[in-house]
């Protein structure tokens, strides 16, 4: 059945269409099992096809940009997975903007930037992800985030209609957006320039590699940051004693407690179990719940990211 559904998709697009694609080799943690279905859109029109096709036979699915901030279950997903990749990345600038489809990678739209002879979107430097994962999670660092240069997002409802929000009908939040609650797919954002804060990219990406474990599988920071606490997720797993604690093939990072890496042959039920063990130990000596900022997905979608 898969691979008849499989083969009328892909009729219908000029994209890929894979079954039984290891989701692993999509996400920055390296751990994920098969996608019954996994689709790349050539285009916005391919995009449109493929929501149909779910929609027509009822099939869970989940936009993923560079797979940063998410965990799937080594049992898969038992769905459709639409990766927006470089096919939906064109980075333009217009007259007082630059306008970046979601495929784009941060990274990307940074170098456009600095090549126009500005430097007010270096605050991302460094961060792994694409810009509709940022507009999604508002990405960013504790000086700034996406929300602060976006005026203006393009984003797709499952029924296929597009709508255009300013920045503030976003809502954004503390990683957070309205994106991730009415499960819009961002197409596109425009972020204004020449009306941001400069930012040494250079300072900042010494303080990240300087911080956090770069060049080892890992997706990103795991817990939000408690509000009102005084102290950062990462300080008080670090207190609690758990910085360098393993489980199978996953560890807290001794360089940054709030990151869990992937040291070899990592399963999802060894992340979730360190997920675990520092969430209750850190309820138990300090009484403060963490909250999720890694997105888990089950086999029929997102189990918890809260």
């Known amino acids: 059945m898969e691979e008849k559904l499989a083969s009328e998709l892909q009729r219908r697009l000029r994209g890929v269409v894979k079954t039984r694609e290891p989701l692993a080799r999509h996400t920055s943690l390296r751990i994920g099992g098969p996608a019954d279905y996994f689709v790349v859109p050539a285009s916005v029109e391919d995009l449109l096809e493929t929501l149909a096709?779910?929609?027509?036979?009822?099939?869970?699915?989940?936009?993923?940009?560079?797979?940063?901030?998410?965990?799937?279950?080594?049992?898969?997903?038992?769905?459709?997975?639409?990766?927006?990749?470089?096919?939906?990345?064109?980075?333009?600038?217009?007259?007082?903007?630059?306008?970046?489809?979601?495929?784009?990678?941060?990274?990307?739209?940074?170098?456009?930037?600095?090549?126009?002879?500005?430097?007010?979107?270096?605050?991302?430097?460094?961060?792994?992800?694409?810009?509709?994962?940022?507009?999604?999670?508002?990405?960013?660092?504790?000086?700034?985030?996406?929300?602060?240069?976006?005026?203006?997002?393009?984003?797709l409802t499952f029924d296929g209609k597009f709508?255009?929000?300013?920045?503030?009908?976003?809502?954004?939040?503390?990683?957070?957006?309205?994106?991730?609650?009415?499960?819009?797919?961002?197409?596109?954002?425009?972020?204004?320039?020449?009306?941001?804060?400069?930012?040494?990219?250079?300072?900042?990406?010494?303080?990240?590699?300087?911080?956090?474990?770069?060049?080892?599988?890992?997706?990103?920071?795991v817990f939000r940051n408690p509000v009102?606490?005084?102290?950062?997720?990462g300080q008080l797993i670090d207190q609690a004693g758990l910085k360098g604690y393993r489980v199978g093939g996953a560890r807290i990072s001794p360089k940054h407690a709030n990151f869990i890496v992937n040291e070899g042959g990592a399963t999802s039920h060894d992340v979730l179990q360190l997920i675990d063990i520092a969430r209750s130990v850190v309820l138990k000596y300090y009484g403060v719940e963490l909250k999720l900022e890694l997105a888990v997905v089950g086999t029929c979608g997102v189990q918890y990211s809260s």
């Open 53 to 155: 096709f779910i929609r027509e036979h009822g099939l869970p699915w989940l936009v993923l940009g560079n797979g940063t901030n998410v965990l799937f279950l080594d049992e898969g997903y038992r769905g459709v997975i639409i990766k927006l990749g470089p096919k939906l990345g064109t980075i333009q600038t217009l007259q007082n903007s630059v306008c970046a489809q979601a495929g784009a990678s941060l990274a990307a739209l940074v170098s456009h930037v600095r090549s126009l002879g500005l430097r007010e979107f270096d605050f991302l430097v460094g961060i792994p992800g694409s810009v509709g994962g940022a507009l999604v999670m508002n990405a960013g660092i504790p000086e700034g985030t996406v929300s602060d240069i976006v005026t203006r997002v393009k984003a």
């Open 228 to 233: 009102g606490v005084g102290a950062t997720a």
């Open 163 to 221: 709508i255009t929000l300013k920045g503030d009908e976003c809502q954004f939040g503390y990683r957070s957006s309205r994106f991730q609650h009415e499960r819009l797919i961002v197409i596109e954002g425009e972020f204004a320039l020449g009306r941001g804060r400069v930012w040494d990219g250079e300072e900042l990406l010494r303080r990240r590699r300087e911080r956090q474990p770069l060049g080892v599988p890992s997706p990103g920071c």
